[in-house]
């Protein structure tokens, strides 16, 4: 199958292809005139609510490219801290863009709960319908960056089913094997290849 992954993350991209590509699947990056796409996301305390706005908006940029053979890909994805009641959770995106993960840290300074979770929601359109997979990831927030790996907030997110180590420091398959997408691309192989009894 053909996986039309609409995002301006190639991270995620690479992170999909991972898991896709050693079962046959093809996942591509949409690019419109060579261009990634850029969504208008909706101001919401919802990824949920924020992954069927980039669906509906996918849809009608891929538009004709969708046949029997293609399927749609969307994800809306945040790091929700603990402390922070959440933040920066539906919001992850614009706060990485404006104060990074240094204004993260300087924020957490201090902080002893440093609990947090990334949580991953996708939507994949098939043949007329879209089809939604939630995945989470438990972590915390280190108190320096480490690594060089992974993207986004990877390098101060340590997850409890590691050693310590942060995302960043991971392989790509040892991060995808715990990750919260991962987890969501995981349920949507198992829906369309159930395993056999
Ligand atoms: P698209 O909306 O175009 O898909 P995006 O990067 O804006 O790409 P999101 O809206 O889902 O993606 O934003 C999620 C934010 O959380 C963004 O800052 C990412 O860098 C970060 N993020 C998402 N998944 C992550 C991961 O696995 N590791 C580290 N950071 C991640």
């Known amino acids: 199958m053909r996986i039309i992954f609409v995002t301006s993350n190639r991270g995620k991209v690479s992170e999909a292809r991972g898991i896709f590509a050693p079962l046959g699947h093809a996942v591509e990056q949409f690019l419109k005139d060579g261009l990634t796409p850029e969504f208008s996301e909706p101001q919401s305390d919802g990824i949920e609510e924020v992954t069927i706005s980039k669906m509906e908006q996918a849809l009608m940029m891929v538009g004709r490219e969708v046949d029997e053979n293609s399927a749609l890909l969307v994800e809306d994805a945040g790091l929700f801290i603990d402390s922070l009641g959440g933040f920066p959770g539906p919001y992850s995106s614009y706060v990485e863009e404006k104060i990074g993960l240094d204004g993260i840290l300087s924020i957490m300074n201090g ?3 440093r609990y947090a979770e990334f949580r991953a929601v996708i939507a994949f359109h098939y043949l007329g319908q879209t089809h939604i997979f939630r995945g989470k990831c438990e972590g915390s927030i280190d108190v320096e960056k480490k690594g060089e790996g992974g993207f986004g ?3 101060i ?4 089913d590691s050693d310590g180590r942060t995302c960043a420091e991971l392989t ?13 691309l995981n349920k949507l192989l198992e829906f369309l290849a ?3 009894m």
Not at 157 to 160: A, H, K, L
Not at 172 to 184: L, Q
């Open 157 to 160: 997110f340590v997850p409890s």
């Open 111 to 113: 902080e002893e709960n």
């Open 153 to 155: 907030y990877d390098p």
């Open 194 to 196: 159930p395993p056999s």
């Open 172 to 184: 790509a398959e040892e991060k995808s094997s715990i990750s919260h997408r991962g987890m969501a």
